[in-house]
C-alpha cells in the first residue's frame, strides 16, 4: 500500500517537462545550433507531435535559470544565443536617461543685455554629435557679433 502511495503521489505532481532528457537536448540543439526562438521551438514540437509538450514561458524560465547551458559554459551563454541576445525590451513610454547633460543654467537665467544683444562678450556654446557619438564638434558663438569659434572634442563628456 505504501508503494502504491508513493508511485500515484509521484504521478499526482506537475511533472518538469525539460527533466526529460530528449526533450532538453531538443530545445537546447534548436537553440544554440540553429538559433530559433522559444516560440518557434514550440511551434515546431506541437506541428510534429501534435500537442504541445512544452510552453514558451517554460523554455525561457529554463533559459534565465541556466538549465539550457552546456556545461562549462557562463550563465547566459543560451540568453545570448537568442535573437535579442537577451537584452531587456523598453516599455512605450519610457525615457533614455543615460548620455544626457545636466543643464546648469537654463537660458531664462541669461542677463537681458545678453538676451537682446546689446554687449559683446556674451557667449553661447553647443556641441554637434556625429552617429557614433565618440568625437564631437564644440561651437562657440558670441551673441552679439556672432562670431563663430569650432573645435573638435574627442569625446562629448
Request: with cysteine; proline share 5%; hydrophobic share 35%.
Amino acid at each position: 500500500a505504501q508503494a502504491l502511495y508513493k508511485q500515484r503521489r509521484k504521478a499526482c505532481h506537475p511533472h518538469k517537462r525539460l527533466e526529460h532528457a530528449p526533450l532538453h537536448s531538443y530545445i537546447q540543439i534548436c537553440i544554440l545550433e540553429y538559433h530559433w526562438s522559444p516560440e518557434e521551438i514550440v511551434g515546431r514540437i506541437q506541428l510534429e507531435h501534435g500537442c504541445r509538450l512544452v510552453s514558451v514561458p517554460t523554455i525561457y524560465r529554463a533559459i534565465h535559470a541556466g538549465l539550457l547551458n552546456p556545461p562549462g559554459a557562463s550563465a547566459k551563454f543560451v540568453l545570448r544565443k537568442l535573437r535579442h541576445h537577451g537584452k531587456r525590451r523598453h516599455k512605450k513610454g519610457s525615457e533614455e536617461h543615460r548620455g544626457k547633460f545636466v543643464i546648469s543654467h537654463p537660458i531664462e537665467e541669461r542677463p537681458a543685455s545678453a538676451a537682446n544683444r546689446s554687449v559683446r562678450g556674451h557667449w553661447e556654446a553647443d556641441t554637434v554629435v556625429g552617429k557614433q557619438g565618440k568625437a564631437c564638434l564644440v561651437t562657440l558663438v558670441d551673441r552679439k557679433s556672432r562670431y563663430l569659434l569650432g573645435g573638435k572634442a574627442m569625446s562629448k563628456t
